[in-house]
Structure formats: structure tokens, C-alpha cells
């Protein structure tokens, strides 16, 4: 069946595996795309699709093939009845390389022209650096002030306004801006598009809400995000991944997402120039482009560290540095299960921080069959000085409730010890695990409270050394892999045990900061805290909580 003669070559490469590609592509095609084809109220606008691709000879580049497609996907798609577009929001996941920022820029254009014919129809490009987002701004720029072909020159200077801060079309009024991750000026009264740049690097939905926060004024708001896959975990990308995984396996009749993603299938494809494609699907129009992938490949074992990023960026699967991270990400995610209740069940107390003036995380470890539950809390200073550097949605957790903000100087060693205090009324701390160093600054406070070296006090503190951290070493290193860890939805303790690395120690092990300000472990670090007295917890009565909590 034909829908359209600007979406049926793409559509037969894939059905027909004229090309390889991934099962995401599949998916697209059969659960998404062809679905809403067939549906009565929708149809495609091949004229508006053909008068926008005209748009080309403007460019010193013919879109490719799965450019032409997705435009198509969205200028083309739209209801019947009010010829509005079907598709508002666009996620486009591609591997470096591919050409993203020239698609972006021409779809920009787009946008602008009376080809479109919208009027003030804005469009937004947000990116979290001033030289990201400009990329494609500058690109738009460029064509209309300095066109390869200079017969055109007339007719862009007639249609099209353009300066080093905004592009206007002027037959449309419409302008094109950039944004940074800076929260300034994203109020917008007439947003029609809102271009979003390497959504991976986004640590918070705050400025994407806020530029969303002014669609629907215009016909045919969209959201087109572009990007490849990043390293920075358990944020807006990751989040958002989710969805789309979930959209492509089976139709919605009320989704109006589409999500192209272009990626690897498994880590062993990123050495097999026949896979590259399903990351990079413009690899076999630029043999520039396959030459340098060749050669990174072929300089691999000769640098090593490149690994990761060339495996996560280029081949669009995202891996970690296998010999440096404290686990894999999936068996990080894996401790996304829902708690039991534990409401009086034995646990051992963690705690641990650099500065009182920084971070400070407590966690509580319970042992339930052979699950290792935990409950965490962390609190951060207003005044650290690393806070500006940090790439993390702190303000969101701290709405979770995950952690909270002191307003002060430093952290006061009360709070932790009231937090103990509460935590007591609920569970049963048999001891808290701290090292020497920081008990000593904690200890007068938690002896209030009934936590103390000696037999006195209600609450037991146990001193963990360095021996006993490098021991516990590989029992942790068992339960991630195990999948025995049970933290809930926690995105902070994904992110704490993210940003820490292994660190060689003659034959044993340790655990080190991936960087030293910006990349917080604390809470993790609690967590090795309470595993090095695993062995008391396994002594106690998990089998059912029979003895009435400790209070204070």
C-alpha cells in the first residue's frame, strides 16, 4: 500500500530490510507510523510537503533520504477536518555524525518562509551552551546573509531579515531566537516551535516547560527534540527514553509523539561497520564520515578511553567505563523495584559526607529474603561552593523530597541526628556504620539522641575503616550484579553511585570520585558504610519484624 510518495521509499527500506537498522525503526514504522496512515481522519499533504522540500535549493546540501522523511512525518501528516498537523511532538535519536544540526536548520528555515505560511510563527532553539545552540542558528544565518549561490541573494534578502541575535521571515513575521540553559527570556507570547539541542545534557524539565508553556497560541505547535544519547543519567533524557520505548511498542490513538531513534542493538555491534548504519543513518552518503569512523575503530586499542564515548555518542548506546564503574547502569536501574513495607524491620544506619558545608547523606539498609532495601535522605548546603558546577536536578528531588536544602553556613549535625531520631520510630536501627573522622564531628549530637560508641547508648556506632570498605568491596559489587539492591524510584542514588569509580589498590579495590566537586558520591558511599556490617544484619530476625522500634 502507497501513503505518500515522500514517506513510501523509507518506509519500504525498513519493512523490506533494504537497509539495516534497529528494531526501534520497526517499531516506528508498524506501531506508530502506518497505524495513524490508515486512519480516516488523517491524511498526508503531499503539495505542502513538495513546496517546503523546494526550500533545498537554498542549502549547498539535498536533504537525505530520512530527512525527507521525517519532514514529511512533519509538515505532511495532518487531520482532515482541521488540517492541523497529526505529530506535535518530534524526538529524533541519532548517533554523532549523522547531521542533526543540518536538519535542524533547514526545518528552521522552513518554519520561517512563506512556504510554511504561518504568521508569527516563532520558533525557539534551546541547548544548554551559547555555541551548541548557535550551531544551527548561525547556519540559517549564514544562508540568508551569505548563499553559496549568489542569484539567490535577492530573493532571501526579500523574504528573510536576518542578525546575529534573530532571523525573521518577512512575509510570515515570524522569528527565530536561541536559548541557553539560563531561564531568561524563554517567556514567550507566540512560540510555534521549540527546537531542542542535545536533550541528554538536560538536567530538569524547568526551561522546557517554560518555552512549552507558550505553545498553543500559534496552528501547528510543535516540539522537535534532536539529539544523540549522553552520559549524564536519571535526567530529563533518560526520562523521557522511557516514554518513547514504551510508545513504540504497541499503537495509541492518543499519542501524538513520534519517536525516531537511531541506535546499536547491543554493545558487541560497534565494531561491525555493517551495524553502523542503524546509528548513524547517513553513514553510506558521506564517505568522509565512514573513513573517520574507520579510524576510530581502528585506533581503539590504542586509546581506550575514547571507548565509551565512541560507543555511546557515535553508536547511540550508552555505556559506562566497564573497568572504572561502580556497576552498569542497567543493574544501577535494576534497583527500581517498589519498597515492601518495612515498618519496623531491623536496618543498619549509613552516613557520610566530605564537608558539612557540602553534601551530608544518611541511608538506612534493611534485609528483606535476599533483598537489600534501602531509604536515604541527603542534605546540601546553600552556601558549597561546588553547587554552580553540579549536573544534577537538585530543586526537583528536593520536591521528591530526596533531599533538602540548609539555608546556613553548614549543615548542623542536629538535623541528622533528629533525622536518625524520626527514622527510629518507625524502624529498628540496630547500629549506625560511620568512619572515625566523621563520627567525630557528629558525635555529641547523636549522643543525644542515643547513638554512641559503648553500651550505653540505645543506638550502637560502629567505626568502618578503609580495610573494611576495600572488604566489602565485592559484596557489593554481587549485589548489583545479583540485582539485590531495592532503592525504589530514587534517582539520587542512581546519580551518587553513577558519579563513582573503582580504584585499583595493589589486589584489592576502593572507591573514588569520578570528579571531585561536581560529581557527588556521598550517598552512595553511606550505603558502603551499612554494607560492611551485613553480617549483623544477617544475624538479626528478618523473618518478621517482632520487636517494637527504639525511640528516644
Not at 510543535?222 to 510508545?247: K, L, P, W, Y
Not at 581503539?300 to 571507548?307: G, L, S, V
Not at 573494611?468 to 553511585?497: C, E, Q, Y
Request: glycine share 6%.
Amino acid at each position: 500500500m502507497t501513503y505518500s510518495r515522500f514517506l513510501d521509499p523509507y518506509i519500504e527500506d525498513i519493512r523490506s530490510r533494504r537497509i539495516n537498522h534497529c528494531k526501534d525503526q520497526e517499531q516506528l514504522i508498524d506501531n506508530v507510523l502506518i497505524p495513524v496512515l490508515e486512519r480516516e481522519d488523517v491524511y498526508v499533504d503531499d503539495e505542502k510537503i513538495e513546496e517546503g522540500l523546494k526550500l533545498q535549493r537554498y542549502f549547498d546540501y539535498d536533504l537525505l533520504e530520512w530527512e525527507v522523511f521525517l519532514f514529511a512525518v512533519i509538515v505532511g501528516i495532518r487531520y482532515k477536518e482541521r488540517r492541523t498537523i497529526y505529530f506535535t511532538d518530534i524526538r529524533i535519536i541519532l548517533g554523532r555524525g549523522s547531521g542533526k544540526n543540518g536538519f535542524i536548520s533547514f526545518l528552521a528555515f522552513y518554519f520561517l518562509s512563506p512556504a510554511h505560511g504561518i504568521r508569527y510563527y516563532d520558533i525557539d532553539l534551546l541547548a544548554n551552551s551559547e555555541a551548541q545552540v548557535k550551531t544551527s542558528f548561525k547556519d540559517v544565518h549564514d544562508v540568508i546573509t551569505d548563499p553559496t549561490d549568489k542569484t539567490l541573494k535577492k530573493a532571501l534578502e526579500h523574504n528573510f531579515y536576518a542578525t546575529l541575535e534573530v532571523v525573521t521571515g518577512l512575509k510570515t513575521q515570524s522569528s527565530l531566537r536561541f536559548n541557553t540553559s539560563s531561564k531568561r527570556g524563554k517567556d514567550s507570547k507566540r512560540t510555534g516551535c521549540i527546537i531542542l539541542d542535545e536533550i541528554h545534557e538536560y538536567l530538569d524539565f524547568t526551561n522546557i516547560n517554560t518555552l512549552k508553556s507558550g505553545l498553543g497560541k500559534r496552528r501547528d505547535g510543535r516540539c522537535i527534540t534532536i539529539s544523540t544519547f549522553g552520559h549524564i543519567r536519571g535526567a530529563v533524557f533518560d526520562r523521557q527514553m522511557e516514554q518513547n520505548e514504551d510508545i513504540l511498542k504497541a499503537y495509541n490513538p492518543k499519542n501524538r509523539v513520534f519517536p525516531f531513534i537511531c541506535r546499536i542493538e547491543s554493545e558487541d555491534e560497534w565494531n561491525k561497520p555493517e551495524c553502523w548504519i542503524k546509528a548513524i543513518p547517513s553513514i553510506n552518503d558521506f564517505d568522509s564520515l565512514r573513513e573517520q569512523i574507520e579510524k576510530e575503530v581502528v585506533e581503539m586499542p590504542y586509546t581506550p578511553e575514547y571507548r565509551s564515548e565512541f560507543i555511546t555518542k557515535r553508536m547511540n548506546f550508552p555505556i559506562g567505563n566497564a573497568e572504572t564503574e561502580v556497576a552498569s547502569w542497567n543493574d544501577i536501574m535494576a534497583t527500581n523495584r517498589p519498597l515492601p513495607d518495612l515498618e519496623g524491620w531491623p536496618c543498619i544506619g549509613g552516613l557520610d559526607y566530605a564537608k558539612t558545608n557540602d553534601f551530608v547523606a544518611a541511608v538506612l539498609l534493611f534485609l528483606v529474603g535476599e533483598e537489600l532495601c534501602v531509604i536515604q535522605h541527603t542534605w546540601v548546603c546553600t552556601e558549597s561552593r561546588d553547587l554552580p558546577g553540579i549536573k544534577a536536578p537538585l530543586k526537583e528531588w528536593a520536591e521528591r523530597g530526596d533531599l533538602e536544602f540548609v539555608e546556613a553556613p553548614e549543615i548542623p549535625p542536629e538535623y541528622i541526628a533528629e533525622w536518625f531520631a524520626e527514622q527510629a520510630q518507625h524502624y529498628t536501627i540496630i547500629c549506625l556504620s560511620i568512619d572515625n573522622f566523621r563520627f567525630s564531628l557528629m558525635r555529641s549530637m547523636l549522643s543525644d539522641v542515643g547513638i554512641g560508641v559503648g553500651e550505653d547508648y540505645s543506638v550502637p556506632v560502629k567505626l568502618t575503616r578503609k580495610s573494611d570498605v576495600i572488604k566489602v568491596f565485592p559484596v557489593v559489587n554481587s549485589a548489583f550484579v545479583r540485582h539485590r539492591f531495592v532503592w525504589g524510584d530514587l534517582p539520587i542514588m542512581w546519580w551518587f553511585t553513577n558519579n563513582t569509580k573503582v580504584v585499583p589498590e595493589g589486589i584489592n579495590f576502593n572507591y573514588g570520585k569520578i570528579e571531585p566537586h561536581a560529581r557527588k558520591t556521598d550517598g552512595f558511599m553511606a550505603l558502603v558504610h551499612a554494607m560492611t556490617q551485613l553480617d549483623i544484619l544477617e544475624n538479626a530476625n528478618t523473618a518478621a519484624p517482632v520487636f517494637e522500634p527504639i525511640v528516644f
